[in-house]
């Protein structure tokens, strides 16, 4: 009899336990369900760029077959083609920063680069050391519409970076920035 | 361009592919294995070509990639052992992924931040065999990994391959939901569940912004997600005896650990402390712990050695953080014999106790010593985590209360694969904001925030994988007179 109660006892205690299984798997599954649902409610591409119309944003040195091309693979900073949606170039250094505009040593169009050792002053309409915007460049006016580059080379420091905001692309030391990217 | 896009992501998937599934991996998260494994194994490569200064065009890594694999399966095949290759279903999927790759080259969806340009430096250098130029500190803190990955845009006068990471994403979600579904197949669960708790862990990883966002972006946040995943549901199971031979998930291992290391500059730490769970498990060989231990220690040993030349070489004394790495891979690969003793298999697990406690000594102390930047980089993490300013929504409280309920609720003898990476992950990424002397801050770049999405998918996989366990002792109520027959039916 004894015996006959244990067993009983077992079959109920297994049929409630399978019960509880199913119903943590059930549970779980709504939780995940719920859990899929909350990410959605704020999800929204924030940050993702829309289709880049002005790729490629940078352009290989070494197969531009510019003169000097040794000289800038060997210090290659930083090179930018820019897209036609972004004519203007703002150069934004920190107060008192090192780098030297003469050592921009290659502007003009994308692809069909000519390698100029051009005086900053006749290229950049303002030229003021003592603020952070420091110089302006059109391309337009100098080259006419289309894409155009500009680099960055010897000499210039490891943190300088190229940055667009507001469809203005901004070379900029980067260490300098309030919230400076790790 | 769109022809470098499909000539890279074939070889790697070609060379992933056959690798893994000559190791025995089968399923239909084969292409997906096969496609972070040949990532994988390209970084390997490419790490070798940087280090021992050979050539390093990414042609010569891509074809190395693609070639090795096959010329494993041909070792095989003369022994008798390879499996052979079905032609339809590799045509169709290869259609399909054709289409994928046109289409995401087509869309030209990418995250660019400064860190992007800092890695297309780097690819660009390693494309044009001009590694040597490359500054020291821009290899350390860029590492290798993510410009090995696009290098091959720049044979197209490009930068950024658009459809890598994307294809990156999509394989790490789909390899979660592989674990998943194997994990809960060892357990009691019927088909049903089978298939739908790892389709729902998939798509909570999918409907993730974060995640998303980092898909089209440029750094290596995704690749690391990978890698890490790869590791800690592989041994996990390894460990659980699923299904699954367990030489393909020790390739998939192998393949996994090195390129972790030089996936980001913390990644050799991480790499150990993910595989500490599996060096003090006997349900490994001792043998391939071993192994595992001689490639963790050897990767770190040699990458940090090449980045303290590199400093030397350039005049500069190399930051501590790099001599320690050093010593520390040297301190992996010298911990291989106590793997054979028997006083560590007596107490090995006790081993993952002290780990997680002198983590978090380690935290306290170095709080205790510079209080502000701990102040600073909690306040942060919480303003990231619960009050919006990380872009995760709300998906991290709702992962994070999930991880929580699962890990009071149930208990199994091998979920401390899963476990130990997540929990140990917190006091070490907070560690690392002491040890760079720069507290985390506000924001979604913020470089933990970042970081925290590496073990998103090992806690949803955490999580999923609950369903197959069973309660918590403790908390089964056990009537004495039932429970006493229970015992007496099964004797």
Same mark, same amino acid.
């Given at each position: 009899?004894?015996?006959?109660?244990?067993?009983?006892?077992?079959?109920?205690?297994? *049929?409630?336990?399978?019960?509880?299984?199913?119903?943590?798997?059930?549970?779980?599954?709504?939780?995940?369900?719920?859990?899929?649902?909350?990410?959605?409610?704020?999800?929204?591409? @924030?940050?993702?760029?829309?289709?880049?119309?002005?790729?490629?944003?940078?352009?290989?040195?070494?197969?531009?077959?510019?003169?000097?091309?040794?000289?800038?693979?060997?210090?290659?900073?930083?090179?930018?083609?820019?897209?036609?949606?972004?004519?203007?170039?703002?150069?934004?250094?920190?107060?008192?920063? %090192?780098?030297?505009?003469?050592?921009?040593?290659?502007?003009?169009?994308?692809?069909?680069?000519?390698?100029?050792?051009?005086?900053?002053?006749?290229?950049?309409?303002?030229?003021?050391?003592?603020?952070?915007?420091?110089?302006?460049?059109? &391309?337009?006016?100098?080259?006419?519409?289309?894409?155009?580059?500009?680099?960055?080379?010897? +000499? @210039?420091?490891?943190?300088?970076?190229?940055?667009?905001?507001?469809?203005?692309?901004?070379?900029?030391?980067?260490?300098?920035?309030?919230?400076?990217?790790? | 361009? =769109?022809?470098?896009?499909?000539?890279?992501?074939?070889?790697?998937?070609?060379?992933?592919?056959?690798?893994?599934?000559?190791?025995?991996?089968?399923?239909?998260?084969?292409?997906?294995?096969?496609?972070?494994?040949?990532?994988?194994?390209?970084?390997?490569?490419?790490?070798?070509?940087?280090?021992?200064?050979?050539?390093?065009?990414?042609?010569?890594?891509?074809?190395?990639?693609?070639?090795?694999?096959?010329?494993?399966?041909?070792?095989?095949?003369?022994?008798?052992?390879?499996?052979?290759?079905?032609?339809?279903?590799?045509?169709?999927?290869?259609?399909?992924?054709?289409?994928?790759?046109?289409?995401?080259? %087509?869309?030209?969806?990418?995250?660019?931040?400064?860190?992007?340009?800092?890695?297309?430096?780097?690819?660009?250098?390693?494309?044009?065999?001009?590694?040597?130029?490359?500054?020291?500190?821009?290899?350390?803190?860029?590492?290798?990994?993510?410009?090995?990955?696009?290098?091959?845009?720049?044979?197209?006068?490009?930068?950024?391959?658009? *459809?890598?990471? $994307?294809?990156?994403?999509? &394989?790490?979600?789909?390899?979660?939901?592989?674990?998943?579904?194997?994990?809960?197949? *060892?357990?009691?669960?019927?088909?049903?569940?089978?298939?739908?708790? $790892?389709?729902?862990?998939?798509?909570?990883?999918?409907?993730?912004?974060?995640?998303?966002?980092?898909?089209?972006?440029?750094?290596?946040?995704?690749?690391?997600?990978?890698?890490?995943?790869?590791?800690?549901?592989?041994?996990?199971?390894?460990?659980?005896?699923?299904?699954?031979?367990?030489?393909?998930?020790?390739?998939?291992?192998?393949?996994?650990?090195?390129?972790?290391?030089?996936?980001?500059?913390?990644?050799?730490?991480?790499?150990?402390?993910?595989?500490?769970?599996?060096?003090?498990?006997?349900?490994? /060989?001792?043998?391939?712990?071993?192994?595992?231990?001689?490639?963790?220690?050897?990767?770190?040993?040699?990458?940090?050695?090449?980045?303290?030349?590199? !400093?030397?070489?350039?005049?500069?004394?190399?930051?501590?953080?790099?001599?320690?790495?050093?010593?520390? +891979?040297?301190?992996?690969?010298?911990?291989?014999?106590?793997?054979?003793?028997?006083?560590?298999?007596?107490?090995?697990?006790?081993?993952?106790?002290?780990?997680?406690?002198?983590?978090?000594?380690?935290?306290?102390?170095?709080?205790?010593?510079?209080?502000?930047?701990?102040?600073?980089? =909690?306040?942060?993490?919480?303003?990231?985590?619960?009050?919006?300013?990380?872009?995760?929504?709300? @998906?991290?409280?709702?992962?994070?209360?999930?991880?929580?309920?699962?890990? =009071?609720?149930?208990?199994?003898?091998?979920?401390? !694969?899963?476990?130990? /990476?997540?929990?140990?992950?917190?006091? !070490?990424?907070?560690?690392?904001?002491?040890?760079?002397?720069?507290?985390?801050?506000? +924001? &979604?770049?913020?470089?933990?925030?970042?970081?925290?999405?590496?073990?998103?998918?090992?806690?949803?996989?955490?999580?999923?994988? @609950?369903?197959?366990?069973?309660?918590?002792?403790?908390?089964?109520?056990? /009537?004495?007179?039932?429970?006493? %027959?229970?015992?007496?039916?099964?004797?």
């Amino acid at each position: 009899m004894g015996s006959n109660r244990g067993i009983e006892a077992v079959v109920d205690r297994n *049929s409630k336990k399978n019960g509880h299984i199913g119903a943590g798997k059930s549970l779980l599954l709504g939780l995940l369900l719920l859990a899929i649902a909350i990410n959605l409610v704020p999800f929204h591409f @924030s940050g993702v760029q829309t289709r880049l119309t002005g790729y490629p944003a940078i352009i290989k040195l070494s197969n531009l077959g510019i003169r000097g091309k040794e000289r800038i693979v060997h210090h290659m900073g930083l090179y930018l083609a820019l897209g036609e949606k972004a004519p203007k170039v703002d150069l934004l250094l920190p107060e008192g920063c %090192a780098l030297d505009v003469a050592k921009l040593y290659g502007l003009g169009r994308a692809r069909n680069i000519s390698y100029e050792d051009y005086d900053p002053e006749a290229v950049f309409t303002e030229f003021d050391f003592s603020g952070h915007v420091v110089a302006s460049f059109d &391309a337009n006016k100098r080259f006419g519409p289309g894409p155009f580059a500009i680099a960055i080379g010897e +000499g @210039s420091p490891e943190t300088m970076m190229a940055l667009k905001r507001n469809d203005t692309w901004y070379i900029v030391d980067i260490s300098v920035l309030p919230s400076k990217n790790s | 361009m =769109v022809i470098v896009e499909l000539v890279t992501n074939f070889a790697l998937l070609i060379g992933g592919t056959v690798l893994v599934y000559t190791f025995g991996m089968r399923g239909w998260a084969l292409p997906a294995f096969g496609y972070v494994t040949g990532i994988a194994l390209m970084v390997i490569l490419g790490g070798l070509q940087v280090v021992i200064a050979q050539p390093t065009t990414p042609v010569l890594t891509l074809c190395l990639t693609m070639l090795i694999p096959i010329a494993v399966w041909i070792w095989f095949h003369k022994k008798g052992s390879a499996p052979s290759f079905r032609i339809l279903p590799a045509l169709l999927f290869s259609l399909a992924a054709a289409a994928a790759i046109a289409g995401l080259y %087509a869309v030209k969806l990418l995250n660019l931040t400064p860190d992007s340009y800092q890695y297309a430096q780097v690819g660009s250098l390693f494309e044009s065999s001009r590694m040597e130029l490359a500054q020291p500190s821009l290899l350390l803190k860029r590492t290798l990994a993510v410009p090995l990955l696009h290098a091959p845009a720049n044979l197209a006068d490009h930068f950024f391959l658009f *459809s890598i990471t $994307p294809l990156l994403a999509l &394989a790490t979600s789909v390899i979660l939901a592989w674990f998943c579904q194997k994990g809960l197949q *060892s357990g009691q669960v019927n088909w049903l569940t089978i298939w739908t708790l $790892p389709i729902c862990a998939a798509l909570l990883l999918l409907a993730n912004q974060f995640f998303i966002y980092n898909a089209f972006y440029v750094n290596g946040h995704i690749l690391y997600c990978a890698l890490l995943l790869l590791i800690a549901g592989g041994s996990w199971l390894y460990a659980s005896n699923a299904d699954i031979p367990k030489t393909a998930l020790s390739c998939i291992l192998f393949c996994a650990v090195p390129a972790l290391v030089i996936a980001r500059p913390e990644g050799g730490l991480q790499a150990g402390l993910v595989l500490l769970p599996v060096f003090v498990s006997e349900k490994f /060989p001792v043998r391939l712990r071993a192994l595992l231990a001689a490639v963790l220690g050897f990767s770190i040993l040699v990458w940090n050695g090449f980045l303290w030349l590199k !400093f030397s070489a350039a005049g500069q004394t190399a930051p501590i953080s790099v001599i320690g790495m050093f010593w520390l +891979g040297v301190l992996a690969v010298g911990f291989i014999p106590f793997l054979y003793s028997h006083f560590f298999g007596r107490f090995s697990f006790r081993f993952l106790s002290l780990a997680e406690i002198t983590l978090w000594v380690a935290l306290l102390a170095t709080a205790l010593r510079e209080p502000e930047v701990f102040i600073l980089s =909690v306040n942060a993490t919480i303003e990231n985590v619960f009050m919006g300013a990380g872009l995760w929504g709300y @998906s991290l409280v709702v992962l994070l209360l999930l991880f929580a309920g699962v890990l =009071v609720i149930t208990d199994t003898s091998d979920r401390i !694969f899963l476990r130990f /990476p997540v929990t140990t992950f917190i006091p !070490f990424g907070l560690l690392l904001a002491h040890l760079r002397d720069l507290p985390y801050r506000i +924001g &979604a770049f913020d470089s933990f925030n970042r970081m925290i999405l590496h073990v998103v998918p090992i806690a949803i996989l955490f999580v999923v994988s @609950s369903a197959g366990s069973r309660r918590r002792e403790g908390l089964v109520k056990k /009537p004495s007179y039932a429970g006493k %027959a229970e015992q007496g039916v099964e004797k």
